[in-house]
């Protein structure tokens, strides 16, 4: 059964670094999203894409966040400029009405 | 200082019995909704979905029910199995300025299975 892959499953940054998570959506879907989950918060909608390009964002998805389908298959999400606050899990989602979730990137800034 | 995590609500029930876990959405004008569960450390598992011309729907040992005057979803487990235990969120479709869908999702329910 296909599922969505994220890549690193943890990921451990210096504050103000540059940090790329990376998905690789299910092939026949058509909308994207990433979603943040701070530690035993809900889960918290930041960008959705399709058609190659950003449909909808949220607040949390300011200049320091950009997502971009690069190659038709990969799908990131870049944070610029890390702060401690961004320590989260990172979910990729992806379907065409529904949504599937990957397993998470866990993003630990120190 | 010290980030305290969202207090989630606790559903504990016993092995075998039904559980029926609530949730109440903010926007009456969504019309899909989700029930994802999640086990700890992974992402959220689409359980069964309801669009909004339906009050009712089932899958395997799971039924989603809808009360749109109110708002209102649960899912309810039948024979509740210690598997079954994880946090269940809620997620409604908001058809978003864009034209394009985003989902929302709820606070979340800790279900706790008692062997």
């Known amino acids: 059964e296909p599922e969505v892959t994220q890549t690193p499953s943890h990921q451990v940054t210096q504050m103000g670094q540059e940090v790329i998570l990376r998905c690789v959506p299910i092939s026949n879907h058509l909308y994207f999203y990433w979603y943040r989950q701070i530690l035993g918060q809900k889960v918290e909608f930041l960008v959705s894409?399709?058609?190659?390009?950003?449909?909808?964002k949220s607040e949390i998805f300011d200049d320091q966040f950009s997502v971009e389908r690069p190659d038709g298959s990969n799908f990131t999400l870049k944070i610029r400029s890390t702060k401690l606050e961004d320590s989260a899990m990172y979910f990729c989602?992806?379907?065409?009405?529904?949504?599937?979730f990957g397993q998470g990137t866990r993003l630990t800034v120190v | 200082g010290e980030s305290v995590g969202l207090h989630l609500p606790t559903l504990s029930v016993q092995e075998g019995d039904n559980s029926i876990i609530n949730c109440a959405y903010s926007n009456s004008a969504s019309d899909y909704f989700i029930w994802y569960k999640q086990e700890s450390g992974k992402g959220p598992q689409f359980i069964i979905d309801?669009?909004?011309?339906?009050d009712k729907r089932q899958g395997q040992r799971v039924t989603v029910l809808l009360n749109k005057t109110v708002k209102h979803l649960s899912l309810q487990i039948a024979a509740t199995q210690p598997g079954d235990s994880a946090v269940y969120f809620c997620a409604e479709n908001a058809f978003g300025v864009s034209g394009t869908y985003k989902y929302i999702f709820g606070t979340g329910t800790r279900l706790k299975v008692l062997a």
């Open positions: 894409f399709y058609n190659n390009e950003i449909s909808e």
């Open positions: 309801i669009r909004s011309n339906m």
């Open positions: 989602a992806g379907g065409n009405t529904e949504a599937f």
